[in-house]
């Protein structure tokens, strides 16, 4: 009897059950305005797919309830609403890619569920930081070894028919490593021995990880032409670093750092360059290099205030792909602001600040500084992505090839995000759990 | 190590504000000044979102439509040519690529329904509310019997020229081919870089010294300003001096004693030479002025694409009017005189009007989609160009051209023609360009034309003449 109201009478995952319901709504009706605006294209297969991310979220729910009662009920709801969008609009460019972003939905929470299950003591994963930080590396130093160069970067390996691509799960091992050997070496870092020229400096010892994190990163930059993935890393780092130890001295010398080596790297690599020259000037090179961005703002302007609706901007091209190179993975929200329109870029944005803060949040919460770490820096993980890809598409930023998180057609990217909301519902488990008295 | 969280979110929370600032201002702020962007491909696919109107002969025979496809879910429209090059160069194209030209630019509002009246402010509407417009259909004058049988004269002579057709009453373009030609639906790309400049419309682009058909403007300015009457006897020697220079008749046949219609009829260049001098450059301009020449046609067709004819400077520009020119060799059609198939079908057709100048008119009537008519267009007059009394004259003597004269090649059963000859030497290896225009039936004429062939061996009486009667046949004929 008792085990039966422990599971039914818990506010938290009640709750976590009506978001999840609201968010099921949504997904239904923005699979059935795709399906009448494209009436004539389309078959009954949105219907089922509703059900099954129906399904999903609910066994995912249903293993929450039983294993994190006390977790946060935000962060769930989110990535419901997050995926639900992406493949609404990825059905919408091709409901071929929509079925594959489904499966890796499907991978992606059975995860989330085995994260839940083998982390729920969250303690557990701090013991595994060495081996963490040593895979992210390997993970690294293979994709920059077999790599395969897709327009221009080196971000993916192939297995069998599959393309990897390993740095979205290197990002979050890296997390927890530094987490963990933040929280191991933070006193040290913070109250440094020696002083230099009147900056205290902490012992090499402590601090020769960290440099060799930040020289790989660079590496990384020249290595796999790849600007996005490492300035997220490297932020990543400077953010759990000031958190850790409070000095903005290691933020200041590490972004004047990475700021030497991405000058260098344009100087370098003519990706890179040409990159930076489409974002100065995109329409001084609208047909070749500035293509893909100038086309981004075309679409993004064409939605206006309210957009074109679901299935009714205008996406695709007469050969039947899209009109921007890449809409479905590095463009999605390009594709969102042209048919949700400003109203429904500006609900993107904030969900990913809701998600950002409900991270901080549960950050602040835990009772242990790796956990802090650990959730704050998936937080910043996840926020400072957004940012990137984001900022690129509307040209806030140089243009890079990152995911949007939940939304970008990818595999990879899926699965590792439902494993960063996986770890960052364990972490509140921990923080919240009703301790007996 | 809360408050440094705190101050992370902080710096997170403002750089995602950071991108709902800057979405704002693409999505409200640059949203209308990059709409008008050219290079923005989204404006040409809107475009594509128009069901435009059709084009089609007086005759039924459709030579442009929309073609419906889908383009992302969307019903889209793209131009067809189901003629390929019958009239290519008249009606023009509306291309992705090439953006539009001839009748596809100067109809394109009505085509597109995007008039500014209150029917267009409707389309205007639809358009916002993303339901398809439907454009106006075009009716055009044009015969295709007689389109048909003018290329393929031309093209039957591999040659390049150039036949015009109007209709003297109401201005209307009957006809109006030009050769090379090519397939708008396929040879766009091609067409524009072929040397031949299949593109040229040569009825309204093409200059071409006029040689002997001038000399129906040199009589129409000397029998109206009395410098000459139709039976003034002149000697007809075989040459004579002109300007300090020889200037000789066709082949330097001498014709003896004979009177001005003679000349006319005959193509006497010592006469008419004699003739220009008497009447003098100032009035021989006014009346070419009269004529149309030294100005674009005010037509309803794109202003480069329809030149003004007149005497153009060695540099290849037209010279200002009353600049200094051999009045003798102008009034027999040369001293780089250059003119139009279409301003010399004009000449016929103010001939056949008992003097009028009319504006060519391209178009029948335009219909809305429902199939009421939205626009009949009227003749417009654009002045005399001679005394109704001179034209019944010339009329005269042009018939004679083509009874016994040098255009008798032009003759067709049952159909009074009148006309004149031109055989304007190109001074490259002996080779003319060949000319005919004219009139028919003389009395009450339905038809005025002008034909010229390029670079031929022949004359206009063995070239030009024949294909005007071929096409008179044709327009004539049962099936019209």
């Known amino acids: 009897m008792s085990v039966i109201r422990g599971y039914v009478d818990l506010p938290s995952r009640n709750r976590e059950l009506g978001l999840i319901a609201l968010a099921l709504v949504i997904t239904t009706a923005g699979f059935a305005a795709v399906q009448i605006a494209r009436a004539q294209e389309f078959s009954s297969a949105p219907l089922i797919a509703a059900l099954l991310f129906a399904f999903a979220y609910l066994v995912a729910h249903a293993v929450v309830r039983a294993a994190l009662p006390d977790a946060d009920p935000y962060v769930l709801p989110i990535t419901a609403v997050l995926t639900a969008l992406g493949l609404i609009e990825i059905y919408r460019i091709s409901p071929q890619l929509a079925r594959d972003q489904g499966i890796w939905m499907l991978l992606g929470l059975a995860l989330f569920v085995g994260v839940v299950i083998a982390f729920r003591e969250i303690r557990r994963l701090e013991e595994l930081k060495y081996t963490c930080g040593a895979v992210a590396v390997g993970l690294l130093l293979l994709t920059i070894v077999l790599g395969t160069s897709v327009n221009g970067a080196r971000l993916w390996i192939r297995v069998g028919g599959l393309q990897i691509q390993p740095g979205e799960f290197a990002k979050i091992l890296l997390v927890v490593f530094l987490a963990g050997y933040l929280r191991e070496r933070r006193e040290v870092l913070a109250a440094p021995t020696r002083r230099v020229l009147g900056v205290g400096i902490p012992a090499l010892r402590h601090t020769l990880p960290l440099l060799l994190l930040c020289g790989i990163s660079l590496v990384l930059l020249v290595a796999m032409n790849d600007l996005g993935t490492s300035l997220l890393f490297f932020a990543i780092a400077l953010a759990m670093i000031y958190v850790a130890t409070g000095r903005l001295l290691y933020v200041g010398a590490g972004l004047g750092v990475f700021a030497i080596g991405a000058l260098g790297a344009v100087q370098l690599t003519s990706h890179v360059q040409s990159r930076i020259d489409g974002w100065l000037n995109p329409w001084a090179v609208e047909q070749t290099s500035g293509y893909q961005i100038a086309q981004s703002i075309y679409t993004i302007a064409d939605g206006g205030v309210l957009g074109a609706g679901f299935g009714r901007g205008l996406i695709l091209n007469s050969a039947g792909g899209t009109i921007i190179p890449f809409a479905q993975t590095d463009f999605i929200f390009s594709v969102i602001a042209n048919e949700l329109g400003l109203v429904g870029a500006i609900a993107l944005v904030l969900l990913y600040l809701l998600l950002a803060w409900r991270g901080f949040r549960i950050a602040t919460a835990a009772d242990d500084g790796f956990s802090k770490l650990l959730a704050a820096g998936l937080a910043t993980a996840v926020a400072f992505q957004v940012f990137v890809i984001v900022g690129g598409v509307i040209r806030l930023l140089p243009l890079t090839g990152l995911t949007l998180p939940f939304v970008s057609y990818g595999g990879s990217s899926v699965t590792a995000n439902f494993a960063i909301a996986g770890l960052l519902l364990c972490v509140s488990q921990r923080a919240n759990r009703v301790r007996p008295l | ?480």
């Open chain 2, 1 to 480: 190590m809360n408050r440094r969280i705190s101050n992370l979110f902080v710096v997170m929370t403002v750089a995602l504000l950071a991108l709902i600032a800057m979405t704002t201002y693409w999505q409200v702020w640059a949203r209308g000044s990059l709409e008008a962007r050219q290079a923005n491909v989204r404006l040409v696919y809107r475009d594509l979102a128009i069901d435009r109107g059709s084009i089609a002969t007086s005759d039924g025979v459709v030579l442009a439509q929309s073609k419906a496809g889908t383009l992302d879910g969307r019903t889209i429209y793209t131009r067809e040519y189901p003629e390929g090059g019958l009239a290519a160069q008249l009606v023009g194209y509306s291309s992705l690529l090439a953006g539009r030209s001839g009748l596809e630019r100067t109809l394109d509002p009505e085509l597109t329904g995007s008039t500014g009246d209150l029917s267009g402010m409707q389309n205007a509407f639809d358009r916002m509310k993303g339901d398809t417009v439907r454009g106006d259909d075009v009716i055009l004058r044009l015969s295709a019997a007689g389109q048909q049988e003018a290329m393929d004269q031309l093209e039957g002579l591999q040659a390049r020229g150039s036949v015009v057709v109007l209709d003297p009453s109401t201005g209307g373009i009957l006809v109006m081919a030009s050769t090379p030609t090519y397939n708008p639906n396929t040879g766009l790309e091609q067409a524009l870089s072929n040397p031949a400049s299949p593109l040229l419309n040569r009825a309204t682009q093409g200059l071409y010294p006029p040689g002997s058909t001038f000399k129906v403007v040199t009589a129409a300015s000397a029998l109206d300003n009395e410098a000459v009457t139709v039976d003034q006897e002149f000697p007809g020697p075989d040459c004579i001096e002109a300007d300090g220079q020889e200037l000789c008749n066709f082949r330097g046949r001498a014709y003896g004693p004979h009177d001005f219609g003679y000349a006319l009829v005959h193509s006497i260049n010592t006469t008419f030479a004699q003739v220009g001098m008497t009447l003098g450059q100032q009035k021989l301009e006014a009346t070419m002025k009269a004529f149309g020449f030294f100005r674009r046609f005010p037509w309803d067709y794109p202003p480069e694409q329809s030149l003004p004819s007149g005497i153009f400077n060695r540099q290849g520009n037209l010279v200002p009017f009353d600049t200094p020119v051999d009045v003798a060799r102008l009034a027999i059609g040369q001293e780089r005189l250059l003119a139009t198939p279409l301003q010399m079908a004009e000449v016929a057709t103010a001939v056949a009007n008992g003097g009028q100048i009319i504006e060519p008119q391209p178009v029948q009537e335009v219909r809305a989609p429902d199939g009421s008519v939205v626009r009949r267009p009227q003749p417009v007059y654009l002045g005399r160009a001679m005394t109704t009394e001179t034209a019944a004259t010339l009329r005269e003597l042009m018939k004679q051209v083509v009874d016994d004269g040098t255009g008798s090649a032009a003759n067709v059963e049952g159909l009074d023609v009148a006309g004149k000859t031109g055989t304007a030497e190109t001074g490259r290896n002996g080779k003319n360009d060949a000319w005919f225009i004219g009139f028919a039936p003389a009395e009450a004429p339905r038809y005025a034309f002008a034909v010229l062939v390029e670079n031929t061996d022949g004359t206009g009486g063995d070239v030009a003449a024949p294909i005007a009667a071929s096409v008179l046949r044709a327009l004539t004929g049962p099936s019209s």
